[in-house]
């Protein structure tokens, strides 16, 4: 099967990405994408976007070169509370909300701190996916997260770029395949994110589905192959 939706892409908004999002569109056009969504840095990264551009997200039309476009934010996670660096009113505004752990924004702490955290996080009403969840800087008691991901409907990023080698997030790939291992056993479902921070890499998920298939998880909990199975996680696509 083929993924028709990318839910983590970053425009030139984010501080250190190198894409528009005509460019970004027009490439997820020729990949045959349905939906693709824009998800910038929020302003507790450095050189991250203001608050204001996310607000203004609502001047954008819904559909871009026949590509439906998701107004988002990839949320940076503040503390071990689970505090975001945008509040409440603004996430309101969004379709779609990534909450990632990032260097700049926070730093590590033990497992106990960042499981407690995405645990928290999980139980957000206004967060849709944990972002790149495969990075040993912030390690976490992984059953316990894809427990916590089922029960509260928070996908569990997997996240391509963290795979290539050119990530920067150590131990990604065993990390991963641990949670996809887990994910199966426990019927959790995941969702493929290209991260991608130039045009190029829209709706690229070529490491994420060959260690999807190395580990033999089920096609059926993975939500980006069809707009319904994606829908029952971002309510918004119903509601417009």
């Not at 955290?117 to 800087?137: A, F, K, M, W, Y």
């Amino acid at each position: 099967m083929h993924p028709i939706i990318d839910v983590h892409c970053h425009t030139v908004a984010s501080g250190h990405a190198y894409s528009t999002i005509e460019e970004l569109t027009r490439t997820a056009q020729t990949k045959k994408l349905e939906i693709i969504a824009m998800t910038d840095h929020s302003s507790g990264m450095p050189g991250g976007a203001h608050h204001y551009h996310f607000y203004n997200l609502r001047v954008l039309p819904q559909i871009i070169n026949g590509v439906r476009v998701l107004k988002g934010v990839e949320a940076n996670i503040m503390d071990f509370n689970g505090r975001l660096d945008v509040d409440d009113e603004l996430l309101s505004e969004l379709d779609l909300v990534i909450a990632s752990f990032h260097p700049p924004c926070i730093e590590a702490g033990s497992t106990s701190d960042h499981t407690r955290t995405l645990s928290s996080v999980c139980e957000n009403p206004r967060v849709h996916i944990i972002g790149h969840p495969g990075d040993s800087q912030y390690g976490f008691d992984l059953l316990e997260i894809v427990r916590a991901s089922k029960a509260t409907s928070t996908l569990l990023e997997i996240n391509n770029t963290s795979l290539t080698p050119a990530s920067f997030r150590p131990g990604g790939k065993k990390i991963i395949k641990e949670i996809l291992t887990l994910c199966a056993l426990e019927e959790t479902p995941v969702v493929l994110g290209s991260d991608a921070h130039f045009s190029s890499d829209v709706g690229r998920f070529t490491e994420a589905l060959t260690l999807i298939q190395e580990v033999g998880f089920p096609e059926e909990l993975i939500v980006n192959f069809s707009v319904k199975s994606f829908s029952k996680y971002v309510p918004s696509l119903i509601e417009q």
